[in-house]
């Protein structure tokens, strides 16, 4: 529950933090992207221009239309803008909006929880668990104390063989729970180290090697992330989803997985809450243009 909440449990809502499941949901079962999820957002990104390593600072939908400010100085105009950034961004005030966003939606903002699991991937030169772990993809432990708690506690198999026949043998875990907080501060080797303890616990009959690579998130340490994904904490309802989600004036827009109550917590509702977005624009933008004409046509007349 940790792990897909991203927060202990004593701060998540008993009676909310599974809303989303009284909503239909996806029936196929979820894929890995072998070349990861770069595949699937250079296809959506194809012909379009975006505009690299420019950190918004300001949105100011004060007049006619919405300039957006960045740090480096530069200026966009635009008729919309649509706000996508992670929830933690905007709890933490990193972008100012003018005028200041409405009391309710703020107050939503606030009061969502922004959850946090960081991710440890292990490359290894051969696959020590097979000879354990048969015919699943998945394995874990269970925590000796409560301090270490979603510390390492579920392995997922990503092992492959490529196009050439190389093999590649990798295990995916995460850090999650109490185990953020005993984590806290320590460097990758560290935690790397401290993950491998745990696999020579479950594997004591092998003589598991060292990796040869190795990688560990920071994403609470980004200032560009702070989180992984939503949850709701205690005290709060799923009506917070669509006061985040909610337009501003028909110039601000919001979309992202903390404003998707049907998807929380994933990429399918991140995604799908930029069409829903989209399609909210498009059909402002309509309606203005509809408007434009009928008082044109009223002044000719």
């Known amino acids: 529950m ?10 998540l809502s008993a009676m909310h ?20 999820a770069s595949q699937l957002l250079n ?6 221009d ?8 300001k949105i100011d ?27 933690a961004v905007l709890q933490n005030d990193i972008i ?3 005028p200041p966003l409405p009391a309710e939606k703020t107050k939503a903002i606030k009061s969502l929880g922004a959850g946090v699991v960081e991710m440890v991937v292990l490359q290894f030169k051969r696959n020590f668990w097979k000879e354990k772990v048969k015919d699943v993809d998945v394995f874990g432990h269970i925590a000796s104390d409560e301090s270490s708690r979603g510390l390492f506690s579920v392995f997922y198999d990503l092992s492959r063989v490529h196009k050439s026949g190389k093999e590649s043998h990798i295990l995916v875990t995460y850090i999650a729970g109490n185990g953020l907080k005993k984590m806290f501060g320590k460097t990758s080797k560290e935690i790397v180290d401290a993950c491998m303890k745990v696999l020579y616990k479950l594997f004591p009959e092998q003589n598991v090697p060292e990796p040869n690579a190795y990688y560990t998130s920071h994403w609470k340490n980004d200032r560009f992330t702070r989180m992984s994904y939503s949850y709701i904490p205690v005290g709060v309802d799923a009506s917070v989803y669509s006061h985040i989600a909610q337009e501003v004036e028909e110039k601000v827009f919001f979309a992202g997985e903390a404003t998707c109550c049907q998807f929380p917590q994933s990429m399918s509702g991140a995604y799908w809450s930029g069409l ?3 399609e909210k624009i498009l059909d402002s933008l309509e309606c203005s243009k509809i408007a434009t004409d009928s008082t044109f046509l009223h002044s000719v007349i």
């Open 2 to 11: 940790e792990l897909v909440s991203g927060c202990s449990v004593e701060e």
């Open 50 to 57: 975006i505009q690299y390593n420019v950190e918004v600072v």
């Open 276 to 278: 829903r977005e989209a």
């Open 17 to 36: 933090w599974d809303q989303h499941e009284a909503f239909p949901q996806l029936g196929n079962s979820s894929i890995l992207l072998s070349q990861g």
């Open 96 to 98: 100012e909006f003018v």
């Open 61 to 87: 939908y004060s007049g006619m239309g919405v300039i957006v400010h960045a740090s480096s100085g530069g200026v966009f105009k635009a008729d919309k803008v649509l706000v996508t950034v992670p929830l």
């Open 43 to 48: 296809l959506l990104s194809e012909d379009l």
